[in-house]
């Protein structure tokens, strides 16, 4: 199987009733400067409504859909997005986007166990979806040159801050 034979990374996304946990977190924290954008948000307009957001999602939307990333934001957010992408270049280029438009930015990362079969670095799961969980460790390694720093974990996600 190839990476092309898997389903969209949009079929991963949520509608949510309620913001995520780590949004919940960022903003209990009051660790989100304005303005804000929800990178690769799905169709969770919930959390960039709490957050405050402009709300873009490659997979979703026209990658030209995004003001053309003319706009820089203070703080970017990028929920259970580099789990969904196969490709190990994909998940650094989407880092190096946020790291270009951001000052910056919170990425949330899945650490619980997912099921599936084994595929690359993750798995495929009944839904024909590329799943990835993350232990601080790797994610740390596979993203060092952007210098992630470990800023809450729990049993399912795993927060981290890239930039200022």
Known sequence: MTSDMLASP?????RRKNVSAPVKYLLDNDLLTKPVIN?????DSE???AL?????DPYIYDYNNVQSFSNTWETGYCGY???VIAEPTVRKNTVGILETITRTAFIAVRSDKIDGNDYGDGVVTQRNTFQKSYTADEFMHEFAEFGP?????????????IGQ
């Open 47 to 49: 959390s960039s409504r």
């Open 149 to 161: 720093v470990l800023v809450h974990k729990t049993g399912f996600y795993l927060l981290f801050k």
């Open 52 to 56: 405050e957001a402009d709300h873009y």
């Open 39 to 43: 990178y690769g948000g799905g169709y």
């Open 81 to 83: 997005v580099l789990n």
């Open 10 to 14: 949009a079929r991963t996304a949520i």
